[in-house]
Nanobody, 125 residues
Framework: QVQLVESGGGLVQAGGSLRLSCAAS????????MGWFRQAPGKEREFVGA????????SYADSVKGRFTISRDNTKNTVYLQMNSLKPEDTAVYYC??????????????????WGQGTQVTVSS
């Protein structure tokens, strides 16, 4: 019943910016936590950032802190990942995820119940 659909990926040069979108449906948004993860070839899926749906609390991986920002548009039931100052090491498939249990924001993949299909981000040098 819950569906997450990412979009906005593409090819960008190092130093550029990109904004990813995650359209969510079927969630009780007020009680949901939203996360962003990424997976590069040959690597494990890793935490990028997370936020409460209200936007009152956010958490970011050290590797993206200060460069990436999570936000949401309540009228569109959409969360965003704004990525600035992109680096080649940011190249990965990016996934959004939803935690419907709440509690604490988490970097653990197992905390998230639903996942989108992913969108490719490629940063060239």
């Amino acid at each position: 019943q819950v569906q997450l659909v990412e979009s906005g990926g593409g090819l960008v040069q190092a130093g550029g910016s990109l904004r990813l979108s995650c359209a969510a449906s079927g969630l009780t948004f007020s009680s949901s936590y939203m996360g962003w993860f990424r997976q590069a070839p040959g690597k494990e899926r890793e935490f990028v950032g997370a936020m409460t749906w209200s936007g009152s609390t956010t958490s970011y991986a050290d590797s993206v802190k200060g460069r990436f920002t999570i936000s949401r548009d309540n009228t569109k039931n959409t969360v965003y990942l704004q990525m600035n100052s992109l680096k080649p090491e940011d190249t990965a498939v990016y996934y959004c995820a939803a935690d419907i249990d709440g509690g604490n924001l988490s970097a653990r993949k197992s905390k998230y119940h639903f996942w989108g299909q992913g969108t490719q981000v490629t940063v060239s040098s």
